[in-house]
């Protein structure tokens, strides 16, 4: 009987009556149906209809132990029997919190050792804003209230979190933003660097900031809110001279510096967290996805001691929320953390893994027609798509380019996410170095397609 329900095509059509997909033009995707994924283990996906798909974006960002972790699973499991809930509002606290707590400290840089809880990224990021206001109030300084941002970053959906993003698409449809949020340039060499060298570029768009504040009046400035490679604007690496530059600029106006680490947290450049890679030394630092790979949804914001003491001695600090802290959230946190240092997996990442896929990726791809750039380091790339690689012209097209690329990809069974014209890959950390050959191999085999598809449209 089960035999002869179609239920590929079941799901699809619950899902296109009564489902709007995130960042989806639903009226386009519904005329086609989604894909239905069914099953994942390890680092691959499979559908409803049996095919197995690599998964060369680790969920999104996120799954970074790698699906179907029997560990993760017994510590959700025992959790809920336990306690399946209870908040930390009512003078009260849980040991799993506790226990996550302790251990966020031990990873993250010596003076990180209190952290706000919440459940996306999102909301850590909104919640460093309220953090980093009531800073400022304590100080006696609340006119310190602007916060600098970046155009094509991401930071989140919320309103706060898109505002501070610096997504086009997304502030159009936004009638109404944040107040006191202001936008620099990106550091984005390969497509905004004109003639300068790409040193000298990163210091041209680090004293964009400079001379932001000066405009606002540094003592009407908060923060500066940075992801230390941005990730969903296209795994743009920044030049060397960027972050030192920022950070320098940060301290001798008293703004504070907020690293993004919602995609480079919990290993994904080889090191703990993505700013220790770029050598700078944020004040608050924001988390989510890696911090449980994905399992249960968490966020969570890191305060320097000096920050989490004036607000710790100002009072009531009058935020949080009822899932702040949520003890299944922070079960699976504690035994995924736990898995990624003790078998050595962000080690293996920045001595192995990390260094194996970034080779291979280049040995590929640097010298494929269409190909100008790779960006990168641990298991993270951008591989920027260009018409002239040698002048760094990018096709007119930017965003279909990417899209038919993105489309060979999944016909393919690699997923490989698009942001413009550049591809972008972010495997679970588990990967091995027979996986990183297959995803090597299909997202070459994905740009090839596509440059066959421009010589053909020519
Ligand atoms: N910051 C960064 C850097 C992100 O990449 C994302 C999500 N991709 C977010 C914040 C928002 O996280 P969430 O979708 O969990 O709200």
């Given amino acids: 009987m089960n035999d002869r329900i179609d239920w590929t095509a079941h799901y699809q059509a619950l899902d296109a009556a009564h489902h709007l997909h995130p960042f989806s033009d639903m009226g386009a995707l519904n005329r086609t149906g989604s894909r239905v994924i069914v099953h994942g283990e390890g680092v691959y996906l499979r559908d409803s209809e049996g095919v197995r798909i690599i998964d060369g974006m680790a969920g999104l960002w996120c799954v970074n132990l790698g699906y179907g972790r029997q560990e993760l699973i017994d510590a959700a499991c025992r959790q809920m029997h336990e306690l399946p809930y ?20 031990e990873l993250l840089p010596t003076r990180f050792n209190r952290f706000l ?58 009638l109404s933003k944040l107040e006191h949020v202001a936008h620099i340039g990106q550091p984005y060499w390969f497509g905004e660097g004109g003639t300068m060298d790409p040193h000298d570029f990163g210091l041209e768009c680090a004293r964009q900031l400079e001379a932001k504040i000066l405009e606002l009046g540094a003592d009407k400035v908060a923060a500066f809110i940075g992801e230390p490679f941005q990730g969903a604007g296209g795994v743009i690496f920044p030049p060397a001279s960027y972050w030192p530059e920022i950070q320098r600029i940060c301290r001798e106006h008293d703004v504070l510096l907020i690293a993004d680490e919602v995609i480079g947290g919990f290993g994904r450049t080889g090191e703990w967290f993505a700013h220790e890679h770029f ?58 953390l736990n898995l990624l240092r003790d078998e050595g997996i962000v080690t293996r990442v920045r001595h ?42 990018r096709f007119d097209i930017t965003d279909a380019i990417g899209t038919l690329c993105r489309d060979f990809s999944f016909e393919g069974n690699l997923v490989m996410r698009a942001s413009d014209d550049r591809m972008l890959l972010s495997p679970p950390l588990v990967v091995t170095h027979a996986e990183i050959d297959e995803i090597v191999q299909k997202a070459r085999a994905a740009i090839d397609a596509t440059a066959q598809a421009i010589r053909r449209a020519a």
């Fill in 117 to 174: 809880y919440c459940n996306s990224g999102s909301e850590a990021n909104d919640t460093a804003l309220r953090a980093v206001h009531r800073y400022w109030a304590v100080q006696g300084k609340p006119e310190k209230r602007h916060v600098i941002a970046r155009h094509n970053a991401y930071h989140g959906s919320t309103i706060a979190a898109a505002t501070l993003g610096g997504m086009t698409g997304m502030h159009e449809q936004m």
């Fill in 352 to 393: 192995d893994t990390g260094p194996y896929f970034q080779r291979c990726l280049r040995e590929a791809l640097a010298h494929h027609p269409i190909v100008g750039e790779i960006a990168g380091t641990g298991l993270v790339a951008g591989i920027q798509l260009a018409e002239d690689p040698a002048t760094r012209k």
């Fill in 279 to 336: 050598g700078f030394e944020p004040d608050v630092i924001t988390m989510a996805k890696g911090i449980t790979s994905g399992y249960v949804p968490m966020g969570a914001v890191a305060l320097s001691d000096a920050i989490a003491d004036a607000i710790i001695e100002g009072g009531e600090f009058n935020h949080g929320f009822t899932y702040s802290g949520h003890p299944l959230a922070a079960a699976v946190a504690v035994t995924n």
């Fill in 86 to 105: 209870y908040n930390t509002f009512f003078k009260t606290t849980h040991p799993p919190v506790a226990e996550l707590s302790a251990l966020l400290a």
